[in-house]
């Protein structure tokens, strides 16, 4: 009898399911006629019962009776609502199936979403924003940033030149130079904006991107300092969870210089594909502002000192929405604009 | 670079694991990208030893073997002509695979069986030899795996170098970075030159023309050499570093050059027009062929090594083809100098080529190494070559390039790093890179001259801060300064109108500013374009003037995908040229429609047209709190001739409004309609206010009265609405034109306007009467005016 009165539980929970999802007349008949018809599969299982002893079957009959009445019960009540939205209330049909009529959603492109996303971060952290020029001359993309002339350090990024002294600027550090040349420290800025480098256009890089560049110059800025603020930036932008680690290196404009990297942002650290199994991602190129650049804008760098950091956006969008071909931010495909 | 673990091993003991070693080194700033694991994948090849050879019945060119692998003697047949009967050689067993993935199987050759492969060093993978099997000389034992045998297994880093660090470009560099991290003791080779009786300084005369830019110039002389291949082991490791064997003398000097970073140059010396080495500039337009068959144009700026008559190399960057080392070649000048970084860096550019050589020398070898690595090729050369050291080095160093010393201040180390270090931990890590501490006190520092990158006392705290670890330095997240930091205007409006055109509907584009001067001259012409002297391609070669090219291009590639809308805007920078100042930037708005005018829907469908983009340009402003814009007509090239339109505002010309004409759409082969407009973003931003201040509302009741009138067809609405408007004055508060009728009942030529006109007054109800009184007279003013009939 246990089996009997479980399979007729189930039958209650299928029957009432149909019917919440029916939503039209003709559907419901054919649900009635399925479950509660003379034939249907409730009548069914009353004949299962007559194969019970006398006792158990009393019982069992009750509750079959109770579940029948039950859904008959439901069945007619959903019957009159899809009576008065059928009809809606007047004669002729009023089919709500019909689409609704949609209002127009844009969407951000995910370039922009992000950076204002980064923007917001660092505003919060009391950053102010700054813009610069995107065609720059040699010596604000390079020689007041300390690139030695005729020195490799030079081949570390390819340039668009527009003639001798003028180029498309390579990095968003010349801001720095600006900034300092117009305002005495101390100094807290971001500076994001479009950069260009002359490479061969794939999936890994494209010839323009964002790049955001950040400075804090004051009395007292040190290394430790730097490590935290970027700790900060990406435990808000990736959670809680997200590690760094910062690794020697060279810049011209920062000594000491670092790279950072992030624990992987797919795999939390454990090695996967997007990482290379390494378990780390290189983000962010930093250090402490070089006394050389100081010296150029007039700084003392006895007084003050500071740290600087910059990292691609497009990259990192790479990474936050798993894109795997950059060209796509270029292309503006509306299906691709779409999922963001 | 690369760098072999074993040959590390030679200069440093490491007791970690390779991917320990990977990490340290990478933290410190030499990056490990990868490691090659090397000899792993030669696990069922051992040494074998061949017991008999005899000619295959049925071919010449093969021999049948047994061969002795220890455990038992293995038939093998062979099509290699340097077989012979007792020979120790490789055999691949059964069951391996070779690198290239071949797989070695019993196998039947012209009717004999054969169960394993004699192979040569190609077929292995570690060498460039495939013209015959590999003959092992030396003692090597039967049966014992090769990879053990001749030390195969090893792990090369591959070392992704900044360009401030040229010492690490040697294996003896990587090693003292190690014992720096590792705290081991750095041991480096000590040469010992056995020296014939002939003094090499009465053999050559070494004369520097330009000693700024060649400020030392050393070599030797070794008489009598044989010229051969290099033994195995040599060969080994400059394969696993990434160098072709040429023969034991261009070999040793890569060998050198690897393991000390000093490149070497070897010269045939007997074709030497005289006893001399000359290093000079060269001549404007002087020709010359370098090793690679190249003939060159030289001029002032390229530094040339020659006989006194005739030229032999270009100093550090490439040997010339005549007096390289060949076959028969005897006598050699070994050279080992010291070049200006920048003039090989300038040279170097201007050959459009760049060596092993060139690529260390660019970023400064080390000046005082010069005689050291000289005596290392030479011990080396003599070993391997044979032949006579004649006595002496003959060095020309007119003036010696001396260490630095730099004060180095505790306090300030800390004060950058934000560490506690103390005077003793400092000094420590400096000795540990073979910096010398000449006072102990207050540091005094004295840097090795292969570190050209350290000269300051920052660059002293970096090398402190690398060796203890960056992963050492706290991490503090404690905020300090100024709290209050503005948001500029220009943000601020750049969010806002994101925002406002984003709940439009419009999708936002980011495209590229470098374009196709020929297209945009098609769509955009304009004079003031700003080029790129290097670009990509032609394609992407000048900065656009305009947003118009770039979404039309993103319409065009996406109706070609079958997006029948495409609403899309750019906020992004336009730019012309003027002079030799920087070119002139602004930031400008565009906008570009096409396709049905909402989502589809089933009981209609409407195209977008004029008034569409006109209505979002309305609703635009109004989101912006800019009341009053209109738009004048305007005839650019690119719009339809009468749907081309400025837009102003406050009489100032905010950007352009139109449909694009067909011959553009033509171009970029669009087929539907599109509308555009382009807007001055820096002229919106002083229209634009985050201030707004509340008004009353209205506390007495509006009276509404429409009004249609007929009038000719060629009166424009604008006029009807501007008589309406000022006949109206303070009491009428909205017109809102409900009806525009064409057809039966309207004489032809005639249309019907129907406004509603809403009337208030701020001070009282008005009566019937007030409102009476201004609405006949409007009606008056349309008719005398425009000549307005009210329509019945």
Request: charged share 30%.
């Amino acid at each position: 009898m246990g089996e009997l009165l479980k399979s007729l539980e189930g039958l209650r929970k299928e029957v009432k399911e149909k019917i919440d999802k029916a939503f039209s007349s003709s559907q419901l008949e054919k649900i009635k006629s399925v479950y509660l018809g003379r034939k249907g599969v409730l009548a069914s299982s009353f004949k299962d019962l007559s194969a019970l002893p006398e006792e158990k079957r009393r019982e069992a009959g009750r509750i079959a009776n109770e579940i029948k009445s039950e859904l008959h019960k439901l069945f007619s009540q959903k019957q009159e609502y899809l009576k008065i939205s059928d009809r809606g209330g007047k004669e002729e049909i009023f089919d709500y199936t019909l689409p609704g009529k949609k209002n127009l959603s844009g969407r951000f492109h995910p370039l922009t979403q992000l950076s204002s996303q980064i923007v917001e971060i660092f505003y919060g952290m009391g950053f102010e924003v700054v813009y610069g020029p995107d065609v720059e001359t040699n010596y604000y993309n390079f020689d007041a940033l300390n690139f030695p002339q005729d020195h490799p350090a030079r081949d570390m990024m390819d340039t668009f030149y527009i003639d001798e002294k003028r180029l498309l600027r390579t990095h968003t550090s010349p801001v720095q130079i600006r900034v300092f040349e117009k305002r005495k420290p101390p100094a807290r800025i971001l500076a994001p904006g479009r950069v260009y480098r002359n490479e061969a256009i794939n999936a890994r890089s494209y010839c323009v991107f964002y790049q955001v560049e950040g400075f804090y110059v004051d009395r007292d800025v040190t290394m430790a300092d730097l490590k935290g603020v970027l700790l900060a930036f990406f435990q808000k932008l990736f959670g809680k969870d997200v590690r760094l680690r910062f690794r020697a290196s060279f810049f011209p404009f920062t000594e000491p210089s670092a790279e950072v990297d992030i624990s992987c942002v797919i795999c939390g650290g454990k090695g996967c594909s997007v990482c290379k199994h390494r378990g780390w991602l290189e983000v962010v190129g930093a250090g402490m502002i070089d006394p050389e650049v100081f010296r150029a804008v007039g700084y003392d760098p006895e007084v003050y000192s500071g740290y600087a950091f910059g990292m691609g956006i497009d990259r990192m969008a790479l990474l936050k929405y798993r894109i795997d071909d950059i060209r796509l931010f270029w292309e503006n495909d509306l299906r691709f604009l779409r999922q963001f | 670079m690369k760098a072999s673990y074993t040959w590390l091993k030679d200069f440093v003991d490491i007791n970690s694991t390779p991917e320990e070693i990977a990490s340290k080194l990478t933290l410190a700033g030499s990056e490990v990208e990868t490691i090659d694991v090397m000899g792993s994948d030669l696990d069922r090849v051992v040494v074998g030893e061949i017991e008999s050879a005899e000619k295959h019945s049925k071919s010449d060119k093969l021999s049948v073997c047994q061969v002795n692998v220890r455990d038992k003697t293995l038939q093998i047949v062979c099509g290699a002509p340097n077989v012979k009967e007792k020979a120790k050689v490789p055999v691949a067993l059964i069951g391996s695979i070779l690198p290239d993935s071949t797989k070695i199987e019993k196998a039947n050759l012209k009717g004999i069986d054969s169960f394993g492969m004699i192979c040569s060093e190609s077929e292995l993978g570690i060498g460039e030899d495939s013209q015959g099997i590999m003959i092992l000389d030396g003692k090597f034992s039967v049966g014992e795996n090769l990879s053990k045998a001749l030390d195969l297994e090893d792990f090369v880093f591959n070392l992704d170098l900044t360009p401030n660090r040229p010492d690490c470009l040697s294996i003896l560099g990587v090693a003292r970075e190690l014992s720096a991290l590792l705290g081991a003791k750095l041991k480096k080779p000590k040469p010992k030159v056995r020296e014939g009786e002939t003094l090499a300084s009465t053999q050559v005369k070494v004369k520097i023309e330009e000693p700024s830019f060649c400020p030392r110039y050393t070599c030797r002389i070794i008489r009598g050499v044989r010229i051969g291949s290099s033994p195995f082991w040599l060969r080994r490791r400059l394969q696993a570093c990434g160098v072709r064997s040429i023969n034991n003398i261009v070999d040793v000097t890569n060998y050198v050059m690897l393991e000390l970073g000093h490149p070497l140059h070897a010269f045939d010396y007997d074709l030497f027009s005289q006893p001399e080495v000359v290093v000079r500039k060269a001549k404007q337009k002087e020709k010359f062929v370098t090793l690679d068959g190249v003939k060159r144009e030289l001029d002032s700026d390229i530094l040339l090594i020659t006989d006194g008559k005739r030229s032999v190399a270009v100093a550090g960057i490439m040997g010339g083809l005549e007096s390289e080392v060949k076959e028969k070649t005897k006598n050699i000048l070994l050279e080992s100098a010291y070049f200006n970084p920048g003039m090989i860096r300038r040279g170097r550019l201007k050959l459009g080529i760049s060596s092993e050589s060139s690529h260390r020398f660019e970023r400064g070898v080390d000046p005082n190494n010069v005689d050291f690595a000289c005596d290392r090729a030479a011990e080396l050369i003599n070993d391997l070559a044979g032949g006579e050291v004649l006595k002496g080095i003959v060095d020309n160093y007119p003036k010696k390039i001396r260490a630095q010393k730099i004060d180095l201040r505790t306090r300030r180390v800390n004060q950058i790093l934000g560490t506690k270090l103390s005077t003793s931990e400092i000094s420590k890590i400096l000795k540990s890179l073979e910096f010398k501490i000449k006072k102990d006190k207050n540091l005094k520092v004295e840097v090795p001259t292969f570190r050209p990158d350290v000269t300051r006392e920052i660059d002293l705290i970096e090398e402190v801060a690398r060796i203890y670890g960056y992963d050492r330095i706290e991490t503090r997240m404690q905020a300090s300064g100024n709290l209050v930091t503005p948001m500029p205007e220009e943000e601020k409006l750049t969010m806002k109108v994101r925002g406002i055109l984003g709940g439009l509907g419009l999708y936002e584009v980011v495209t590229n500013d470098l374009v196709d001067p020929k297209k945009m001259g098609q769509v955009f012409p304009e004079k003031r374009l700003v080029k790129i002297k290097n670009p990509l391609s032609e394609e992407l070669s000048v900065l656009r003037t305009s947003l118009l090219l770039n979404l039309l291009s993103v319409l065009s590639h996406n109706k070609k995908r079958k997006e029948e809308q495409v609403r899309i805007f750019e906020i992004g920078k336009v730019f012309s040229e003027r002079g030799k100042k920087l070119p002139v930037e602004r930031n400008k708005i565009g906008i570009a429609l096409s396709g049905n005018n909402e989502p589809i829907f089933w009981n209609k469908k409407s195209q977008i047209d004029f008034f569409y983009i006109k209505g979002l340009l309305e609703s635009f402003f109004e989101s912006l709190s800019v009341d009053s814009y209109i738009l004048i007509p305007n005839s650019y090239p690119y719009f339809s001739k009468d749907r081309s339109y400025d837009i102003k505002v406050r009489s100032e010309k905010l950007g352009f409004l139109g449909e694009v004409n067909e011959k553009i759409l033509d171009f970029l082969d669009i087929k539907d309609k599109v509308f555009f407009t382009e807007m001055d973003f820096d002229k919106l931003l002083p229209l634009f206010s985050e201030d707004k201040f509340y008004k009353a509302l209205p506390k007495y009741p509006p009276v509404d009265r429409d009004i249609a009138v007929v009038l000719d067809d060629g009166i424009l609405a604008g006029e009807v609405e501007k008589f309406i408007k000022e006949t109206g004055g303070e009491i009428l508060e909205k017109i809102i034109l409900f009806d525009l009728y064409k057809g039966d009942q309207i004489p032809s030529g005639k249309k019907s306007l129907a406004y509603s006109l809403r009337y208030r007054s701020k001070q009282k109800t008005l009566t019937d009467e007030d409102v009476n009184k201004v609405h006949v007279k409007i009606i008056e003013v349309l008719k005398k005016e425009l000549g307005a009939d009210l329509r019945g």
